[in-house]
């Protein structure tokens, strides 16, 4: 929060709650009017979402390419790791079956010389299909996010009276991002009287991955460190058994996501671990999964303990 107040200009305050990644925001701008004279807003052009959305530009140097093209292949072996699910597990007569995400079905029959308008983008998992007979128009008229909304109806503020606008920011990349503060800008051109006036706004907003990235860490962490305790011990050996490993894995992703919930949820002043993000989640979670329930009880006991303070 910050409170602008400078001799010939508007007195504003930015209201902006931490935006968690991966979700549009909503910031606002409380507008008072300091002077003896009404005052016109002709416009606020709201700062860009580009430094919340993914790069789609590679630097030039073989360096910058090969680093932009590293992070690419990360992302989409995480992507990929992390999308990948199991539709059904069969051991002698007993089935498990896991249901994926269920989508919208959509079934539209045009007839002809019509015309559909689409406003609202279908999601990934939407089922959607159009007879498109002759001489119909489908027309795709989602909003584009790539420039800050501009705010352009002009309003006025009477004397030391207040006024309020708000615009949206959106954030992409919830899997991997950090814990981090940006300083971004408004711009408000204004009228005093015949007096034609622009001011710049800082507007600083915090970013903080979402809880399903950490729970997404921890889990995948887990997984492989109970695999790599697998592997050291021999997982070929004759005390290996199918079941139980299927149920030693269930218990670990059930420790994992407990886990981390209580832990993102500690205070990072009380707490002797907190997790902020994936790549935290995941070192817990791989240590969790190679040491077993031991490191779980002492987290977990460690956590109430911090509570009960």
Do not use: C
């Amino acid at each position: 929060m910050e409170n602008i107040e400078v001799k010939g200009l508007l007195s504003v305050e930015v209201k902006a709650p931490p935006i968690v990644a991966g979700t549009i925001a909503t910031v606002s701008l409380i507008i008072r009017n300091p002077f003896s004279e009404k005052v016109v807003i002709e416009s606020i052009q709201a700062p860009t979402s580009a430094p919340l959305l993914p790069s789609q530009t590679v630097q030039a140097g073989n360096s910058s390419r090969d680093d932009y093209m590293g992070q690419g292949l990360i992302n989409r072996l995480l992507t990929n790791f992390l999308n990948f699910r199991v539709k059904e597990i069969s051991f002698g007569s007993l089935t498990a079956e896991f249901p994926g995400p269920r989508g919208r079905n959509f079934h539209i029959n045009m007839e002809p010389q019509s015309k559909l308008t689409v406003k609202t983008p279908f999601g990934p998992n939407d089922n959607v299909h159009i007879n498109n007979a002759e001489g119909a128009e489908v027309v795709f008229d989602t909003p584009n996010t790539d420039t800050g909304p501009d705010i352009s109806k002009e309003r006025e503020i009477p004397p030391y009276q207040e006024d309020l606008a708000s615009f949206e920011l959106q954030t992409a990349n919830w899997l991997l991002v950090k814990p981090k503060a940006l300083e971004l800008y408004a711009l408000i051109k204004f009228r005093v009287g015949d007096e034609s006036r622009s001011q710049v706004v800082p507007v600083t907003v915090s970013v903080q991955p979402p809880v399903k990235s950490i729970v997404l860490g921890t889990v995948s962490g887990g997984i492989l460190g109970w695999l790599a305790r697998q592997l050291n011990k021999g997982i070929l050996s004759p005390e290996f058994s199918a079941a139980a490993s299927i149920v030693s894995v269930l218990g670990v992703i059930v420790m994992a996501t407990i886990l981390a919930i209580v832990l993102s949820r500690q205070d990072s002043s009380k707490g002797f671990v907190t997790l902020e993000d994936f790549y935290g989640a995941f070192v817990v979670g791989a240590i969790l999964g190679y040491t077993g329930t031991q490191y779980f009880e002492t987290s977990i006991r460690a956590a109430v303990g911090n509570q009960n303070l």
